[in-house]
């Protein structure tokens, strides 16, 4: 990203090669525009939904319901969307061209971006946990793909890993969550839940797990470091991720299962500090950043700790104020970060320090985006103000402690984005400004607009958010926000955050230092630290199993047999055996099977000694052909036929092989001494996996099921309109084991022809 | 097949390898038709002619034997067809609301006969095992029997 300016002035002899028009791009975002109208019509009209059985052996029912909470995500994800799309059509289109990477590219990108769009429908409208849970990592599987979109840069897939492992992980401990619901309460439906589930301590452990997925996904402490590191997306994506989808959806489902949170104090309490923790990190980290994106992805951990710090307070002011938040803040915060991706495109820098005094040559886009950053800062005449108005009137009902913790949540947020805004577009000029595109502002001075329109006219969208905290308080909500032209304590409130918030950005001295020791201290102790730790950690389990079992065949058949043998060793220890073992009597055919055993041993054994390998696979085929010959004799003389065919054809591909390999002795180099532990190693492996085989062939033997599997094939067989059993379990009892059977045989010959020919199949 | 280049086979193996591959044909063909009723099935007659393809390998050599049955270079093609036929005849049912490998005609319904051939939808199964079986001996054949340069022996 850096020097781009430059690179776009080096090339201005030779053209680049021009893209064409972004059909994709602009058919995703006619379906949003599409998608936000059917949901504002759907609002208007009450809401509605329905419910269709998806596994009904499970209690599993696709069910959906645009309620309030579905209004409110589902229009912040198809508006914001909407705009989002229409932003990247240029966007990804001049990052193709910068990159010289081709149009094709695009089926990278779109398809994505449409599924995030309708995953965070589906998970805003549905009504069952265990749908809420396929959403909500299909929206971490998108996030994955649109985060790594640069694939050659490895920031990009360090930082889609990463954002991929800490979701997905976390949301394992939601599926949990509703499985204990569900053992508890017979339900996965969610509404249904809310009826039945009392407090309990099943209630609070497994409101505490979906909380714990939830607050991941929303990148709250201790898990915020997953998302600074995903802003090595592309623009559109991080303006989208951080708004209106992925991070949104963590507090989406907070705000989904708030009545079963709310059973619980605890967990409560938790959400509480969380938020608080998250809004002192993100907010002090914000401080001091220098990347543009990087700004406003810690602001985004720390306005999101706002969030799920008001769902802890709970109540009817707390659920509101919350829904109110995640609106104003998804307008301000898409706005802001196609701002920087605007800023960035025309001046090839992404840095706060070489930027500055934008304002006098891009007007429009300081202005637009001087109203993203005041909604933030909560600033009268944008919708902004009456969030915080919200948040603290929600935090005064609960006690002076929270009171001063929204306060200097506020004060943060103020020092921060006055300091990104006023570093951008004040100041002495810094940067060349290059042509910028008015797709890349328009979007930008329309969410501004909304904005502004909020902060004038609030009641429709106090009306959003009071019908969506009416799901989440489990009753009607009324949220009255207004300008009150009084001394309440909400207007000292926001009075002392600017003043403080304006000192913070007068001495950006105290801020630094704060700001450094935080993320200095983060940085040797944060948990980002432990992530690494571990993955590197599982990396070397991983890699050191590897080489132990690949070092030779030897190793790879023991890695396979001893742990065998010792599994049925320590299930023979673990059952009564008296008794079980019997031997039978000796008689007819049998006498002729027990020469053809011996020769299997006597086989056997000339394997195990032999040097030479012809005669190692010589023997071998004795082995395959003495049991043949006992198929034969017990009655199965379609396995016999099988057996000896392929017996022969073993032989000789045995023999084909073997005189390809190289005539010198492998082990000849090998010092003695290891070449003798080896063998005795060896030999141990070999007795415990043949132990263990021969004691439960033998106790198998030893009882023969009176109703045995065979007989019931045995009478099945005529009504599988066949003559031979054998042929009938082959083609039609076990067909499917057949046809999966037959696949692997195939895969095995192009694995020869991939070892040998380089895949080439003839 | 022939390791060190010496002990050239003697010309009864060779016209006898040259041969087989006919009958051998003829015998899978019976083993097919059987079928269902007795001993017998699409795996053992596959690996019948596969045999006789493998004599012709060691009696003639790789390039030998594949400049006497030229038509071997199509083995990939054979696996893969048979393959395909195999899933196909016992994945169709999914295609009409019923379990896999479901027959047709089904149990108990009148089954066309040609002599002992009997005509439904199983003995699809059974001839893409066995084109499925000759393809892949051969190709494995065709693999193992030269050394590591592409046809310089």
Redesign the interface.
């Known amino acids: 990203m850096v020097g781009r300016g430059g690179v776009a002035a080096h090339h201005e002899g030779a053209p680049r090669p021009a893209l064409t028009a972004d059909w994709q791009g602009w058919l995703a975002c006619a379906a949003a525009v599409t998608g936000f109208v059917l949901c504002l019509l759907g609002w208007l009209a009450g809401g509605g939904g329905f419910s269709v059985p998806w596994a009904p052996s499970l209690n599993l029912r696709l069910s959906f319901a645009l309620d309030g909470l579905g209004v409110l995500y589902g229009l912040l994800a198809t508006g914001v969307g909407a705009l989002v799309f229409a932003y990247g059509t240029r966007y990804l289109t001049l990052h193709l061209e910068h990159e010289r990477r081709s149009a094709m590219e695009r089926w990278r990108f779109w398809p994505w971006m449409a599924l995030f769009a309708v995953a965070m429908l589906g998970l805003a409208t549905a009504q069952d946990l265990v749908l809420v849970f396929v959403f909500f990592d299909l929206t971490a599987v998108c996030s994955y793909f649109l985060i790594g979109f640069d694939r050659a840069e490895r920031e990009a897939r360090t930082a889609a890993l990463m954002a991929l492992l800490v979701t997905v992980v976390a949301a394992v401990a939601m599926l949990v969550g509703a499985v204990l619901l569900y053992a508890t309460y017979g339900t996965f439906s969610i509404p249904e839940l809310l009826a039945r589930a009392g407090p309990s301590a099943t209630t609070t452990v497994a409101a505490a797990l979906v909380a714990v997925a939830a607050l991941a996904k929303s990148a709250q402490v201790p898990f915020h470091f997953w998302l600074p590191r995903a802003m090595a997306a592309p623009t559109p994506v991080s303006a989208y991720l951080h708004s209106a989808a992925m991070v949104a959806a963590g507090v989406l489902v907070l705000g989904r299962v708030h009545p079963l949170l709310a059973r619980s104090e605890v967990v409560l309490d938790g959400l509480l500090v969380v938020g608080a923790a998250s809004v002192v990190v993100g907010g002090v980290l914000a401080l001091r950043r220098d990347v543009l994106k990087q700004v406003l992805a810690y602001s985004t951990i720390s306005q999101y700790g706002y969030v799920v710090m008001l769902y802890g307070l709970g109540g009817a002011a707390g659920n509101g104020a919350a829904a109110f938040y995640v609106l104003a803040h998804g307008v301000a915060k898409s706005a802001l970060f196609m701002t920087a991706g605007a800023v960035t495109m025309a001046t090839g820098e992404d840095r706060l320090s070489r930027l500055g005094g934008l304002g006098r040559r891009m007007p429009v886009l300081g202005a637009a985006a001087g109203v993203a950053a005041a909604t933030l800062a909560a600033l009268p005449l944008t919708v902004g103000f009456f969030k915080d108005e919200l948040l603290f009137t929600a935090a005064l009902e609960h006690g002076p402690l929270t009171a001063a913790l929204a306060v200097l949540a506020a004060v943060l947020t103020f020092a921060y984005i006055g300091r990104f805004w006023m570093g951008l577009f004040l100041g002495p000029a810094r940067g060349q400004v290059g042509a910028t595109s008015g797709l890349l502002v328009a979007p930008v001075v329309v969410l501004a607009a909304v904005a502004v329109f909020g902060g004038l006219v609030v009641a429709p969208f106090a009306r959003l958010a009071s019908d969506a905290a009416g799901v989440s308080a489990g009753g009607p909500v009324t949220l009255a926000p207004a300008y009150h032209l009084d001394a309440r304590p909400e207007n000292l409130m926001a009075v002392a955050a600017w003043v403080l918030g304006g000192l913070l950005l007068a001495l950006p001295r105290v801020a630094d230092r704060v700001s450094r020791v935080l993320a200095t201290a983060g940085e040797r102790w944060g948990p980002r630290r432990a992530y690494e730790a571990v993955l590197r950690g599982l990396d070397r389990v991983s890699a050191a199993l590897h080489d132990r079992e690949v070092r030779d065949l030897r190793m790879s058949i023991a890695a396979v047999l001893v742990p065998a043998g010792v599994l049925i060793g320590l299930a023979f220890a673990a059952t009564p055996t008296a008794g079980a073992y019997v031997v039978g009597a000796v008689m007819g055919a049998d006498w002729v099977i027990l020469p053809l055993l011996a020769l299997v041993v006597v086989a056997t054994a000339v394997i195990a000694r032999a040097r030479a390998r012809l005669v190692v696979a010589l023997a071998l085929s004795v082995v395959g052909f003495a049991l043949a010959a006992m198929y034969a004799l017990v009655g199965a003389p379609d396995v016999a036929l099988v057996a000896v065919m392929v017996e022969t054809m073993l032989t000789l591909v045995f023999v084909a092989a073997l005189a390809r390999m190289p005539r010198e002795d492998p082990d000849g180099d090998v010092a003695a001494p290891s070449r003798r532990r080896r063998r005795r190693r060896d030999v141990l492996a070999g007795v415990v996996a043949g132990l263990a085989v021969f004691v439960s062939v033998w106790g198998f033997l030893s009882q023969p099921a009176a109703d045995s599997v065979s007989a019931e094939h045995i009478r099945l067989t005529p009504a599988a309109h066949g003559g031979d059993v054998v042929t009938v379990i082959v083609a039609d009892f076990r067909g499917l084991d057949t046809l999966v059977e037959i696949t692997v045989l195939l895969v095995a010959v192009i694995g020869v022809a991939t070892l040998i020919r380089r895949g080439k199949l003839w | 097949?022939r390791?060190d280049g010496g002990g050239v086979p003697d010309s009864v193996v060779r016209v006898v390898a040259r041969q087989l591959p006919g009958p051998s044909l003829m015998v899978a063909a019976s083993l097919i038709v059987k079928?269902?009723?007795?001993?017998?099935?699409g795996?053992?007659a596959g690996?019948?002619v596969?045999?006789a393809i493998?004599l012709t390998y060691?009696a003639l050599g790789a390039e030998g034997a594949e400049a006497a049955l030229p038509m071997l270079?199509h083995?990939?093609k054979l696996?893969?067809g048979?393959?395909l036929l195999?899933?196909a005849s016992?994945?169709f049912p999914l295609a009409i609301g019923q379990p896999?490998?479901t027959?047709r005609p089904g149990?108990?319904e009148h089954?066309t006969k040609i002599g002992a051939l009997?005509l439904?939808t199983?003995l699809l199964?059974?001839i893409?095992?066995f084109l499925?079986?000759v393809g892949?001996?051969t190709?494995?054949?065709?693999?193992?029997?030269r050394?590591?340069g592409?046809g310089k022996r």
Not at chain 2, 35 to 41: F, L, Q, T, W
Not at chain 2, 139 to 145: K, N, Y
């Open positions: 097949m390791p079928g269902y009723a007795e001993v017998g099935d795996f053992a690996v019948i596969a045999l493998a060691i270079r083995a990939p696996a893969v048979g393959l195999a899933l016992g994945f896999p490998l027959h149990p108990g089954v009997e439904f199983p199964l059974d893409g095992v499925l079986v892949v001996l190709m494995l054949l065709h693999h193992l029997s050394p590591r592409e």
